[in-house]
Structure formats: C-alpha cells, structure tokens
C-alpha cells in the first residue's frame, strides 16, 4: 500500500511509502488526498502526523512523469487541501524533504525533523521553478531573504540550520514517528499558529529586489529557471496570495517544457545511472578501507585530498625526502585553502592533514585495500611503480593508474594478477573535478570494476566507464575540440572570436584560453609521444607557438599576451603573425558566433559517435557527463549528444558535410548517420 494510515489515540499516522525516494507520483498525491478527505470526516482524530517509509521524506515530484500530460489530482490542489484540513497536520521529516515534498510539508501547520534531515527547493537544478506553492509560502515562513536564496540556488538547509530559521518547530533525536506523535499531541490543546496562506509577506529593505536580481542574474549566467524562481517569490511579496500561486504555477508549467528543463532532466537521470551501470549488478565491489597514492604532485595530491575527504586513511609514496616534503606541501595547501574559504574548519583541515602518512618505503603499503598511481606520464617510469606495488600490496589489493594519455593495458602488462588493475582517470584539480574515468583493461576483474564505481560514490565523483584508446573519453573529444579552433585560425577566425563564441554558447572559457590557463606544454608533450608512436596530429599553429617557448599564462603569453601579475588575455601580434603565415593559402571566410560554434560542437559530436561505435563509451549519456563534468559543457545544454539531438541530428549532419567540403570538418561517420535516420542516438542499440 502506498498511502498507510495508523491510529495512535488521537492521533492519525499517514505513512507515505512509495519507493526509492516517495516522489509524488500520481497514485500518492490520490492517496494523500482521499487520507485528508478521510481523516477529516473522522471524529476520533485530531491530529495528523505525515511521515515517510524507506531512506527519505518525499524527496519531490516525480520527475519521470514531466514528459508526460498531468494526471489529477495537482500537486498544488493536494497541498492548500492539507493546509485548510480540519485538523493540523505535523510532517514528520527524514533524509529529505525536497522541491514538492518541501511544498508538501509547508501545506502542513507544523514540521518536525531529525537532526540528520535537510529541506529545500532544488527545482531550480532541474530548470523549473517550484509548482505548488514554495514560492509563495517559503517567504511567508522564512523572510523574502531566505526564501530568495533557497529558491535561487536550489541549496538545502540541514535540520539543525532550518530549525534555527523558523523552518522546522522541533528536532526529534529519538524514533522520529513516536517523537511526532508526541509532539502532535502537545499541541492539541493549544491555539494553532496561522496556515501559510494567511500570513503576510515582510516587506524587504529598498533595493532587495534589484540588488537580488544582480546577484542572481551573475550566477545563473545563461540558466533561465534562477531569475524567474526570483521573480516568483517578488510576486508572492508584492500582490495576494493566490495570484502568487497563479503566477508561480504559470511559471513552471512554462519551465517544465523548456529546452533547458528537458537537458537538466537528462543530466539528473544520466548521472543517477552513471553510479549504477546495469552492467554491473549483483556484483559486489571490495571493502575499500585504506589507500595509497603514489606521487604527490597536482595530481597525486588532488587525489590524496579527495580520498581524505571521503574519510579514508592515506600514505603518500614519494621518491625521496624533498618529494615527499614537496608533496605534503601540495596537500596541505588544498586543505588550508579549503579551510580559508570556510568550506572546512581548521580543526577539520588538520585532522584531514593528520590522516596522511608519506614515505618512501613501498613495503609500508602492504596491508592497503586501494592504490592510485599518479607519477609521471612515462610507461617505463609506470610500469617501475606497478612492478614495486605488485611485489609488496596484498594479492588482493586494488591497483590503479590515473594516467591520461597512455594505455593502461601496457602499462599493466608485467604485473601479477593484472584482474586487480585497473585506470581511474581523475581531472584536474582531483578533489574538487566530479568526474572518474573509469578504464578497466581486458583483464580487470569484474568486481575490480565495480569497486571503481563503489569507490566514486565514495568520494562523490560520477563515474563513467571508458574504453582504451588515445585520451579515453573526454582528451580524445578534447583533440578534436582544439584542432577544429585550429582550422578556424587558418579560415579567418580570431582566438578572441573563438574564445567569445565559446563563452556564449555557455562553456567557462573558450578553448585558447584553456590553453593558455593549462599549459600548451601538456600537449605538445602528448602530440610529440603520439608522433613518436607513429599518429597523426594536427597542432600547426600550437606547435608553432611552442616552438618559441609560448606555453600560456606561465611563460607570460601563448595564445594571448599577458600583463606580469595580471590574467587578462590580450591579442597578440606575435600570434597574429603565425595565424597569417600558416592561413597562407587557406581559403578565409566571415565566421559570427553561431557558426564558431557549430565548427566545435559539431566535430564533438562526431566524435562522440565514433567513440560509441568503437565501443569506447558505452551510453551517449556517458560522453555527455563527460564533457559535464570534466570540461565545464553546460549542464543546461544537458551534453553534447543531448545537445545535437534536441538541436536535430539532421541539420547536425548537413553543417558537417558544409564543414567537411570546406575542409573544416571530417564528414559525419556512419554511427551519427544512423542515429540521425533513427531519430536519435539512445534507439541505436547494439
Ligand atoms: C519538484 O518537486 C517540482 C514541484 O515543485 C512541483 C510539482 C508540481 N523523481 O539520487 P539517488 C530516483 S521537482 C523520480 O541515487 P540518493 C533516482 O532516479 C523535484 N525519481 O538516491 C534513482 O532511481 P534509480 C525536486 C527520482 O539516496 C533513485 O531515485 N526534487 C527522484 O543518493 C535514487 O536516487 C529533487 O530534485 C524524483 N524526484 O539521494 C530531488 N529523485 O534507483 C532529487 C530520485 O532507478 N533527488 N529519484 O536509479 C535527490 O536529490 C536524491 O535522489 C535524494 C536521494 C537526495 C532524494
């Protein structure tokens, strides 16, 4: 039964219970409504206490029905019913109560939570706005300032701080029901506090509204729901209650079937998949309780911070006392930053500082469930650590390389027992970058492989399996991203122009000042171990610019010039000059944002094709969380794939072949070709 009512005395327990999360799928709103009707027909109650089976409070609507026509009862309808019950009704809150479970707990007269609990309205993250009610009776409880900020960011608020806000009326630290109950009959003989619906709206200061709107506005940037989730709570403190509830309905069911709402959708399920890959199911991953790093550079130490932070006890392995004083360094400057901005406290700083151990001694790892090598990119060099950790690691102990660039199989190719080894490609930097690849060989075991997956919930990472070949996922996407900015130099185009259409479609920063932030050192150094191994790569303009020691920001210019001491890109002539001697004889033509950003995307997503069709991917979602993740692809796009089969693979196919007569592009492959005839690259299954 979904909807369960239990009498204790007096007082009515409806128990809602419809898993995973209790989302508010039509046949609970159906039953919630008929338990209102019911239990305010019957004398013998005279409270209600609303409370969830299972890990959470109603974490929201059901976000797989907003594809589909509404089915009554609305949600808006079933809350203002539970509002003007006869009878109060006190929801009882574990785990979360989320976008319209919040909705549904402030259509209750009182709320009551455990400490662990949190509350909010995250459907901002979805691309919406609240649908019954959050707007317009968030304000009314907890002041326009607090609403603004919680509807604007979609953040929750832990039990403890929604307490202190007014949020929530009492903590309950023992059985959450039986604390309800009692709490419920504690206020029977009491004067009720007004519904929601009737109280006023504080006024906020002069200049709230404008000041908000600026704030807002930065920080969405190009998000549409964050500005119209402002708009809806200024409406619900400046016209009548049911006109705010008219306006924030109008709202989101205009949201819900926006663009950016149906991308925000296909990211939330792609990652909630992600961590989940039907693949490996029933397999049960190791007990990872202990791990090691081996290398304390960026890398080493990002990733020695982001196991820290998940609790786990670390030793650094580094090659002699300097390195090691170096790597420590690194990892302390992640946690003091972290505690000077006031994500973590210092005492927390120390204690994650505390919880690391560095030598160079190999035997030191031998009782260690986890370990993660981040040396230089050499395979001799590699392979040297792997030969170090077979010999002194438990036979059971998992061993992983975070190398980019190489292939992992060779890499793994002397040691014993190559099942336990696998690639866990992190990104830069590692303890605050969301994504994993991970890259098992042919030999990985398949609980060695799900132990990677165990492992990136653990460290709130999205996991995306990837293949072996050049650059995985994400660098062999990035190749093609950084010579399609290459032809467009030698057509006529500017690296500000490229840089500015780029930012405007939505990415952080365009691909010439990625490079000049990151280094062209890095690829030149990847181009020339690819030439070396025989491949083809297509750099003219970057490997001239290296040639004469521009390597970006940290030799003072690359793509652009840099002022010492300040990071503004600025044109450079210098540039200029190796664009026109290599363009010489290109044909040049006018090139305005759209069409910049077409010549990008669109080879990506060819790419990202190709990398399906050779398997190396295995969900056009999975390169999507990719470029998420990993590259700063808007979400709001929802990923390349998602973003070229919502714009019509059919004209994706036809401005490639434009492309590809000019020779801008590479024509579309076959598996794009398929999946525009079919519609779309989920229906092609293999
Ligand atoms: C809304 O409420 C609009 C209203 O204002 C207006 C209406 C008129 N719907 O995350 P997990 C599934 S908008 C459907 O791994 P956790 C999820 O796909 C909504 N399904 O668990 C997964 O399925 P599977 C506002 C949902 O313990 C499974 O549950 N609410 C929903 O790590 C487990 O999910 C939100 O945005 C949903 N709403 O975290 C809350 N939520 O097992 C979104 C989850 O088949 N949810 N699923 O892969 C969350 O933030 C987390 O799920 C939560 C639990 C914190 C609750």
């Not at 004067?191 to 908000?212: K, T």
């Not at 042919?442 to 990677?452: D, F, N, Q, R, S």
Request: charged share 25%.
């Amino acid at each position: 039964m979904t909807i369960k009512i239990e009498h204790r005395g007096e007082i009515a327990v409806v128990t809602v219970d419809n898993p995973p999360v209790n989302a508010l799928s039509q046949v609970v709103r159906q039953g919630l409504l008929e338990a209102a009707k019911a239990l305010d027909a019957d004398p013998s109650v005279k409270a209600i206490v609303l409370t969830c089976a299972g890990r959470t409070f109603i974490a929201g609507a059901d976000v797989g029905e907003f594809g589909k026509p509404p089915m009554p009862p609305q949600l808006p309808d079933l809350v203002s019913r539970i509002e003007r019950a006869a009878k109060p009704w006190v929801a009882a809150i574990h785990g979360s109560a989320l976008g319209g479970g919040f909705e549904v707990a402030l259509g209750c007269r009182f709320r009551v939570a455990v400490p662990s609990a949190s509350v909010g309205l995250p459907e901002v993250r979805l691309g919406i706005v609240p649908g019954a009610g959050g707007t317009v009776r968030l304000p009314r409880l907890a002041g326009v300032e607090s609403a603004v900020d919680m509807v604007t960011t979609g953040t929750p608020l832990g039990a403890r701080k929604a307490h202190v806000a007014g949020l929530i009326h009492s903590l309950i630290e023992d059985d959450l029901v039986t604390g309800a109950v009692s709490f419920a009959r504690s206020i029977l003989d009491r004067p009720l506090p007004d519904a929601l619906c009737d109280r006023p709206v504080a006024v906020p200061p002069v200049g709230f509204w404008e000041a908000a709107e600026r704030t807002v506005s930065a920080r969405a940037k190009r998000e549409e729901a964050p500005l119209k989730a402002l708009a809806c709570v200024r409406r619900a403190a400046e016209t009548d209650f049911a006109a705010a509830i008219a306006f924030e309905r109008e709202t989101f069911l205009t949201l819900r079937g926006s663009a950016q709402a149906a991308a925000l959708r296909h990211v939330f399920f792609a990652e909630r998949a992600a961590t989940r890959p039907p693949e490996l199911a029933g397999l049960t991953p190791c007990m990872i309780r202990s791990a090691a790093v081996i290398g304390g550079g960026t890398m080493g130490a990002g990733i020695a911070a982001a196991l820290r932070d998940a609790g786990l006890p670390v030793i650094l392995v580094e090659r002699d006392d300097g390195a090691i004083e170096r790597g420590l360094a690194n990892v302390r400057a992640i946690f003091d930053g972290a505690a000077k901005r006031g994500r973590i406290s210092a005492d927390v700083a120390a204690e994650r500082m505390a919880g690391i151990t560095a030598t160079t001694d190999y035997a030191a790892l031998a009782d260690v469930d986890l370990t993660i090598e981040a040396v230089f990119e050499d395979l001799d060099v590699k392979r040297d650590v792997f030969a170090r950790l077979a010999d002194n690691c438990r036979e059971d102990a998992i061993l992983a390389t975070n190398t980019s660039y190489l292939d992992p199989a060779r890499i793994a190719e002397r040691i014993r027992r190559p099942e336990r080894f696998l690639g866990l490609h992190f990104f830069s930097p590692a303890h605050v970058m969301k994504l994993l690849e991970i890259v098992p060989t042919k030999a990985t075991a398949p609980e060695v492989l799900a132990t990677g997956f165990s492992l990136a919930r653990m460290l709130n990472k999205i996991p995306v399996r990837a293949g072996i070949c050049d650059g995985f996922i994400g660098n062999r996407i990035l190749k093609i991203t950084r010579a399609q900015a290459e032809r467009l130099l030698l057509s006529g185009a500017t690296p500000t122009a490229v840089d500015a259409a780029m930012r405007a479609f939505g990415l952080p920063m365009g691909p010439f000042e990625a490079q000049d932030l990151g280094g062209l050192d890095i690829a030149a150094f990847q181009r020339k171990a690819a030439r070396a191994r025989g491949e083809a790569c297509f750099a003219p303009i970057a490997d001239r610019l290296c040639a004469i020691e521009r390597y970006g920001q940290k030799s003072g210019g690359g793509w652009y010039d840099y002022e010492p001491g300040d990071r503004t890109p600025r044109p450079s002539e210098a540039v200029a000059a190796v664009i026109a001697e290599e363009a010489q004889g290109s044909p040049r033509r006018d090139w305005d944002e759209d069409a910049i950003a077409d010549c990008i995307l669109w080879p990506m997503v060819n790419e990202g094709a190709r990398i399906l069709a050779d398997g190396i991917a295995l969900r056009p979602s999975d390169v999507d969380l990719v470029k998420i993740h990993g590259y700063g692809f808007p979400r709001w796009r929802g990923g390349p794939m998602h973003h070229a089969e919502a714009h019509g693979l059919d004209a994706v196919v036809e401005t490639l072949r434009g492309l590809a007569g000019e020779g801008l592009a590479e024509p579309p492959c076959d598996r794009l070709l398929e999946a525009a005839r079919r519609g779309g690259f989920s229906e092609v299954r293999r």
